[in-house]
């Protein structure tokens, strides 16, 4: 059988090179970590170590838990944190409205819960989905948010339960959405210039995703 060496300081040992594949997922995501980790620790041995540039920092990975930690917290970059996760309570906010303008009250509660058991699909997508292909974020999860509402206020009037025009809690709502509308196209645009085309791209599916489950 083939083997191969992985470096470990002062120390190298011999793995079998299917030795993850007899792991279950857990297990495997841990070892990856550690590898991880160890290559670190193994280039920190030559560099002198970098002064620190967060006060606070949440994303040390050293386990598969901590691992998630980075990947919501940017790798400890506040800014992007503040941006996205504002993105997502406005999206959240917008769509909580929208369900509130329903004339029925029972079709509110069904409403709401099929909403939040997708919210907690797609966040569980996009953590599911940083893990695997090592990215981190969270503007999949606001992505489809935007999604989830604009299919539904693209709807013509005489299609949707709501209350008519007119009434307070409606033209709030309709404030609300502009509102999200203007800050969702702004973010969208400063990414699609400062980031690569596949965050456009994952940005556009993420809204296509919001759409369709607003129909499922």
Known sequence: ??????????????????????????????????RRRETQDASSLDSPPLPQRQIVAFCSPQSPWDGV????????NLPQMFVNYGLIAINVGVCCSLIAINKKRQRKYTTFLDFFAKFILVTVFQVGLCVEIDCY???????????????????????REVLPEGK?????????EAVANSVNITALTYYAYTEKPITTLAHLCAITLGMIGSVL
């Not at 059988?1 to 997922?25: C, L, Q, T, W």
């Not at 930690?69 to 400890?76: E, F, M, P, S």
């Not at 307070?168 to 609300?176: D, S, T, V």
């Open 137 to 159: 974020g969270v503007s999949i999860i606001w992505c489809a948010c935007f999604g989830w509402y604009l299919r539904h206020s693209a709807l013509p009037l005489r299609h």
């Open 168 to 176: 307070p809690i409606y033209e709030h709502h309709r404030m609300l």
């Open 1 to 34: 059988r083939r083997h191969s060496a992985k470096f470990k300081p002062g120390k190298v040992s011999i793995r079998p090179i299917d030795y993850e594949y007899s792991m279950n997922p857990f297990q495997a995501l841990r070892h990856k970590f550690r």
């Open 69 to 76: 930690l980075c990947i919501l917290t940017y790798h400890d």
